[in-house]
Nanobody, 129 residues
Framework: QVQLVESGGGLVQAGGSLRLTCAASGRTFSTYTMAWFRQAPGKEREREFVAGVSWSGGTTYYADSVKGRFAISRDNPKNTVYLQMNSLKPEDTAVYYC????????????????????WGQGTQVTVSS
């Protein structure tokens, strides 16, 4: 398993940008698909898929709500996954989590948040109007 720590959240005005970082420890990081999820205020039981990236970085998936605005990438030698967020909207306000799905998970399972080996503690993103 890997241990995950997110950073880079903060308060930003609508239309602004932030880059979130997920730092992983563990030798097997480069073998994991990685994903970002978010949990909005008042939706504590609902964690929403935002973006995912394959182990090589060659395949990415995005929620429709963030396509064209967010970009996920990874740097395997640095054990790091990034989420570049542009053109932020107030509805992007949430706690953002990175997660490592269990090996063999399909993209459908990843997007549902099922069978994850590890989650980070989350980083707060607040977008003001």
């Amino acid at each position: 398993q890997v241990q995950l720590v997110e950073s880079g959240g903060g308060l930003v005005q609508a239309g602004g940008s932030l880059r979130l970082t997920c730092a992983a420890s563990g030798r097997t990081f480069s073998t994991y698909t990685m994903a970002w999820f978010r949990q909005a205020p008042g939706k504590e039981r609902e964690r929403e898929f935002v973006a995912g990236v394959s182990w090589s970085g060659g395949t990415t998936y995005y929620a429709d709500s963030v396509k064209g605005r967010f970009a996920i990438s990874r740097d395997n030698p640095k054990n790091t996954v990034y989420l570049q967020m542009n053109s932020l909207k107030p509805e992007d306000t949430a706690v953002y989590y990175c997660g490592a799905p269990s090996k063999g998970s399909t993209w459908s399972q990843v997007q549902l948040g099922h069978e994850f080996d590890s989650w980070g503690q989350g980083t707060q993103v607040t977008v003001s109007s």
